[in-house]
């Protein structure tokens, strides 16, 4: 058969055969194409039903040096041992406390940027050491709850921005 000039190797009768010799049928190809489709519905499923991995030593603690600050951060429970569910963390930059919330995504926020949220609490560290730049210190607390800057301005706050 020719189809632009050039004679075709295969017979008319033979192009829906594969390279094997069998013949490619109406019912082989649905049976190929619901097996496909079972194993992608079924791939969630068993990647779900594996157990959970183990918690890892270092999900529950850092220790680090992050341009000239030194940043320490503890995941603790209730009772202030290290909490393997929930707990929550005690981050410190330079010793003194960075807060940290919890999303309900489950990511973090710290009280230097409210308004974007970091996956981990060594990446809201991160940031608000970033946001901090090299002269900036975190308030520290008082013996009254009072904040006072780490300059030691009284009336805590920064000498910029929005004070309420």
Not at 72 to 94: I, K, Y
Request: net charge positive; aromatic share 6%; hydrophobic share 35%.
């Amino acid at each position: 058969m020719f189809v632009s000039r050039v004679p075709s190797r295969v017979p008319s009768g033979m192009s829906s055969r594969v390279s094997s010799g069998v013949p490619v049928t109406r019912r082989g190809a649905m049976r190929g194409l619901l097996v496909s489709a079972v194993a992608v519905a079924l791939t969630p499923v068993v990647a779900a039903s594996r157990p959970p991995r183990p918690p890892r030593t270092q999900d529950f603690s850092f220790d680090e040096v992050y341009r000239g600050r030194h940043i320490l951060g503890t995941r603790t429970g209730l009772d202030g041992r290290a909490a393997f569910d929930g707990g929550e963390w005690h981050v410190t930059v330079d010793g003194r406390p960075l807060h940290l919330m919890r999303r309900a995504d489950g990511s973090y926020l710290s009280m230097v940027d409210h308004y974007q949220s970091y996956p981990t609490p060594l990446a809201a560290a991160r940031a608000a050491v970033d946001e901090l730049g090299p002269s900036e210190h975190l308030r520290d607390m008082n013996a009254a709850g009072n904040g006072v800057t780490g300059s030691g301005a009284k009336g805590g706050g920064h000498q910029h921005g929005v004070h309420a």
